[in-house]
């Protein structure tokens, strides 16, 4: 296969996966309106249609990702820094999931100061922390806590959940293993990859975004964490 024919199908794959994308996020405004007359009719097939939304949310998640990370490779995405105020930010992403929280008898905790302001890209970040929430979700036994903070070097994003925690090798080198694939699990990291590559986007005065994992936590389990200059 020639060079040319390499461009022209890495072309293809970033239109077609941007046309799901877009038929997905009609799927799952759907969805959404679905999901709200079942629950004020309280009809037992809610937990099932929220567990469809949170699948389909996934796979749109998914999708960006793809599409960002093609458009990173080709020196075609930049960061739109702008100042946003972090509890609504954090609590229009956690709104998403709301259904499947009530379904699952799940409780999401935001803790943010209501004045609290940061400079980001709304929708990279957005992309970044719903994909980290979808995981939390899947891996948490009842209680997830997301947060923000201000400190002298810059803006941290966090997610925490009361799961089993992160494996050892993905604590140490979450950047390394993120472009490596797990046949056990399935995994692809492809999440963290794009997280680690988002947080790169964000730079000031020299200082560089970047992501970081560990385990305990305020809920003694994984924890997620952004760093924004």
């Known amino acids: 296969m020639t ?3 390499k461009l022209d199908f890495s072309f293809i794959m970033a239109a077609s996966v941007h046309d799901m994308k877009n038929s997905l996020s009609m799927l799952l405004h759907s969805l959404d309106e679905v999901n709200h007359e079942i629950a ?3 009809l037992p097939i809610a937990q099932r249609m929220a567990t469809l939304q949170y699948e389909a949310a996934r796979v749109n998640n998914d999708l960006v990702q793809l599409l960002s990370l093609y458009k990173l ?3 075609m995405l930049t960061a ?4 946003h105020f972090l509890l609504d930010f954090l609590e229009e992403q956690v709104a998403r999931y709301h259904p499947l929280f009530a379904a699952r008898n799940m409780r999401c905790e935001v803790d943010c100061n209501e004045r609290l302001t940061g400079y980001f890209d709304n929708d990279l970040v957005s992309g970044v922390v719903n994909n980290i929430l979808a995981n939390a979700i899947r891996y948490s036994r009842s209680q997830i806590r997301v947060s923000a903070r201000t400190e002298e070097d810059g803006l941290y994003i966090t ?3 009361d799961g089993q925690g992160f494996p050892a090798k993905m604590v140490e080198i979450p950047e390394q293993l993120s472009t490596e694939v797990d ?6 990291n492809l999440g963290l990859y794009f997280a680690h590559r988002i947080a790169q986007l964000h730079m000031q005065k020299g200082k560089t975004g970047k992501i970081s994992l560990r385990n305990g936590g305020a809920l003694n389990g994984g924890v997620f964490e952004m760093y924004l200059p």
Do not use: M
């Open 3 to 5: 060079q040319k024919n």
């Open 183 to 188: 046949f056990e699990s399935g995994s692809t």
């Open 73 to 75: 490779d080709a020196d």
């Open 80 to 83: 739109d820094i702008d100042e």
């Open 40 to 42: 004020e009719l309280d």
């Open 159 to 161: 997610i925490e959940d």
